[in-house]
């Protein structure tokens, strides 16, 4: 230890939900924890990134939060970050912080992240789905993917402290579309949200429908928000805009724990600190220390550089951002990086990639969207079937926020019949309205919008990967990640598949279909001469995952490095695939995981 370095008994590289609950845990064991965040501080009021979203120009899922989305140039931010204006320009390194090859075969990585204190929480939908027997069990059930090196059993104890920590609303019994997901006693925190009218239109309108021999039946969303006072956070007052930030925190997000982990006196957190380089003992093979660089502004390159030394390393810096760390860590002695023995070390990237629908209910039929949160249903019987083996399974949301997401409505309609065009496909003979004719169309065709997002599993592959782009570097001049990425025909499947569900949903409704595809995307691909284009879900998986042998996964199931003892990776990126449920839950419950293994270890 070099003189003057303060030795804690783990450090730990990121603050968002998995870096915050291992520190709460190890905080409550009286063990001393450092955190090194690399953006900036939680701020005193949420106000301020209130503030900052209302003044925006883009209305963005990064827009409220620190660095400014527009006008970026990745190359002098000292913590960039992947954002959705990145997507437009996703062929401009010069704009796009993820520098992507975009080269024969490959597609856009289309999610983002955030470097923030608190982390990327701070925008998360509040979706708490546990995964599946079979998401566990992939390679054994379907001869698919991957089989994680834990059953769905063992995670049960995790499973239900993270719905504690998080506070998840649901009724158990809503949640019966797979046997023996919970204890016969289990009862969730608090009861669930209530569903929108959306969602009971949809409930009533498919009874009875059955679709590749499953019952097509709509189930409450368990959901990290609050239907009762929790944690001295407010119920939830229905405002629309989850996505990008709840103004009120009754969803919640990361700083909740981040906050108690600091209040226990023995979690210190040291913020615009960008971990740079993984240090390890060659004698030993246990990681020495990890350097970091700081910086004031932004966009003003490092102002200075420090040591960090602990017992125990936790690297929770998020699937992109953690592997590009150890990658950076290279050495003569280990030229694939640190924990990388198995050359897998930022390999295995998955999203749940996006096939998303919409459609308009019939005249007379008004759904009322846009009244609470942004979707409190979903569609969960098509996530485990028999048909795993042969194509990719698929979780149907159904949104609350009428066509906002495929078409930015209001605001394209309402431009439509102002000016007499037709984006939304909604005035095809070119009307202009103004005054209470404006008002009244808008009224009849708004409140009868309907969407679906079909959120689709993607198996593990090692060609889907983050490495380093050394000639394209950061604010600090450190290399930034590039990506490779593409879709498996046994995902495609799936978005076939989605497709043919989805548009046989809207017969039932008796909705006419409005779903487009956009053939001069960067994501658009094409499956059985059908075309499609996706988005991203924001669910960044894979690149460290864990397995049961170190030749070829990074982590054991306790998420420690098969390499080096003292040091453990949590995060999305120790997944061995992607499941069928939006990954949070998961993430917390794998956390408690590895901090009970990490306290063991510092108990001995």
């Not at 003044?55 to 190359?75: F, G, I, R, V, W």
């Not at 995670?155 to 949640?175: L, R, S």
């Not at 390159?301 to 936790?314: E, I, K, L, R």
């Not at 490095?561 to 999305?572: A, I, K, Q, T, Y």
Request: net charge neutral.
């Amino acid at each position: 230890m070099m003189d003057g370095t303060v030795k804690y008994d783990v450090v730990i590289v990121g603050s968002g939900v998995s870096g915050a609950i291992v520190a709460l845990q190890l905080g409550l064991e009286n063990r001393k924890v450092l955190i090194l965040e690399a953006g900036p501080p939680v701020p005193a009021s949420r106000e301020t990134y209130m503030e900052r979203f209302y003044t925006s120009a883009d209305k963005m899922p990064e827009s409220p939060y620190p660095p400014n989305t527009l006008n970026s140039n990745p190359a002098s931010e000292a913590a960039g970050r992947a954002t959705t204006l990145d997507l437009i320009n996703v062929a401009d390194p010069s704009k796009s912080y993820l520098v992507q090859n975009l080269g024969h075969g490959h597609l856009p990585f289309s999610s983002t992240y955030e470097r923030i204190g608190g982390g990327t929480l701070w925008h998360w939908l509040g979706t708490s789905l546990r995964l599946l027997p079979g998401d566990f069990e992939m390679r054994s059930r379907y001869g698919r993917g991957r089989d994680w090196p834990i059953e769905y059993e063992a995670m049960q104890p995790f499973y239900a402290a993270a719905e504690a920590e998080m506070g998840v609303a649901c009724d158990k019994d809503t949640q019966l579309y797979m046997k023996g997901l919970y204890p016969n006693d289990y009862v969730y925190p608090m009861p669930g949200v209530v569903p929108s009218f959306v969602d009971a239109t949809f409930a009533a309108g498919l009874k009875g429908l059955e679709l590749y021999g499953q019952p097509i039946q709509v189930a409450p969303t368990p959901a990290g928000r609050n239907t009762i006072p929790y944690q001295d956070r407010r119920v939830c007052a229905g405002n629309t805009n989850c996505i990008p930030i709840c103004p009120i925190q009754a969803k919640y997000d990361a700083t909740v724990t981040l906050n108690k982990a600091l209040n226990t006196g023995n979690v210190t957190i040291q913020y615009k600190s960008v971990a740079s380089r993984v240090v390890v003992d060659g004698a030993t093979g246990r990681i020495a220390s990890i350097d970091y660089m700081t910086y004031t502004d932004p966009r003003g390159g490092a102002t200075g550089s420090g040591t960090a030394v602990g017992d125990f390393y936790v690297l929770a810096a998020h699937a992109i951002e953690t592997p590009r760390l150890l990658l950076m860590s290279a050495t003569d002695e280990m030229p694939k990086g640190v924990a990388n023995s198995s050359d897998q070390v930022g390999r295995n990237l998955m999203d749940h990639p996006l096939y998303l629908s919409w459609a308009l209910m019939p005249d007379g039929q008004p759904v009322h969207p846009m009244r609470g949160p942004m979707a409190t249903s979903g569609i969960e019987t098509l996530r485990d079937t028999p048909h795993r083996k042969d194509w990719a399974a698929f979780r149907i949301e159904i949104g609350n926020t009428a066509w906002a997401f495929p078409i930015n409505d209001p605001y394209t309609t309402t431009q439509d019949f102002i000016d007499g065009t037709n984006s939304s496909g909604l005035n095809p003979n070119g009307a202009r309205l103004h005054g209470r004719a404006l008002i009244d169309r808008l009224n009849g065709l708004m409140t009868r919008q309907i969407r679906m997002s079909n959120l689709v599993e993607q198996q593990a592959q090692a060609r889907n990967r983050v490495s380093l782009a050394a000639d394209h570097v950061d604010g600090l001049g450190l290399p930034r990640p590039r990506i490779d990425y593409t879709l498996s025909d046994y995902t495609r499947q799936g978005f076939r598949r989605a497709r043919e569900v989805n548009s046989r949903i809207y017969r039932q409704l008796g909705a006419r279909e409005y779903s487009t595809v956009d053939k001069s995307s960067p994501s658009y691909f094409e499956v059985d001469g059908q075309g499609f284009d996706f988005y991203g879900a924001g669910h960044i998986m894979g690149t460290h995952l864990m397995g049961s042998s170190s030749k070829d996964s990074v982590l054991d199931h306790d998420m420690r490095s098969w390499d080096h003892p003292n040091l453990f990776m949590v995060g999305s990126g120790a997944f061995p695939s992607s499941g069928t449920g939006n990954p949070t839950l998961t993430v917390a419950a794998l956390s408690f995981k590895a901090a009970g293994a990490l306290i063991r270890e510092l108990r001995k």
